[in-house]
């Protein structure tokens, strides 16, 4: 986290320019991951504890937290409205992302901060940190079933692709802090 291309998102609002009419509404993107990371990993947590037969490992947890920290490193100024409404304008054609500028960004702190020895000291392997990227990308996991069912295996499993961002019905912990933001 402490590294200029995370820290820039205390300086790109949650709720973009809504900031300059409501002045309450001033969560940050920095403050947003925080969030998501910390309802991820207790969201996560009580179902390893509560559910063991859903064998969610350490790994697990550890994986849905990073991504939740990691799912918006890739928004650009004011947030969704540069992704929604100025992209498109400036540039129609382009077909751009947050979710995989995240993805990409998160590959190049990695690199840019040799962190693969941290992720191998908590034993999250590449498979891991495929795991990472695949829920910070927004999956539909629907088709990932048909489609690759390698990356993920058990597919006891695949509801921990919901937890961060869920693309079928919306109700995940990106939302559940973006409501607690705006309240």
């Not at 009580?46 to 994986?63: F, G, H, R």
């Not at 979710?99 to 040799?114: A, C």
Request: glycine share 4%; aromatic share 12%.
């Amino acid at each position: 986290m402490d590294t200029p291309e995370f820290q820039r998102l205390r300086f790109i609002k949650q709720l973009g320019p809504v900031y300059f009419v409501y002045p309450g509404a001033a969560q940050n993107i920095f403050e947003h991951s925080l969030g998501v990371c910390h309802l991820a990993g207790r969201l996560v947590k009580t179902l390893q504890n509560n559910q063991p037969e859903l064998e969610i490992t350490d790994a697990d947890v550890l994986c849905l937290e990073i991504a939740g920290l990691c799912h918006d490193l890739g928004h650009g100024p004011f947030s969704h409205l540069f992704q929604y409404s100025f992209l498109p304008k400036m540039w129609p054609d382009l077909k751009w992302t947050h979710e995989e500028n995240s993805v990409k960004m998160f590959d190049y702190l990695i690199t840019k901060n040799n962190l693969i020895k941290y992720f191998e000291e908590y034993h999250i392997s590449e498979r891991d940190r495929e795991f990472i990227r695949e829920i910070i990308a927004r999956p539909d996991v629907a088709s990932m079933k048909s489609t690759r069912p390698e990356k993920y295996p058990n597919e006891r499993k695949m509801f921990l692709y919901k937890i961060v961002s869920n693309k079928r019905n919306g109700i995940d912990v990106d939302k559940w802090d973006y409501l607690h933001g705006i309240v």
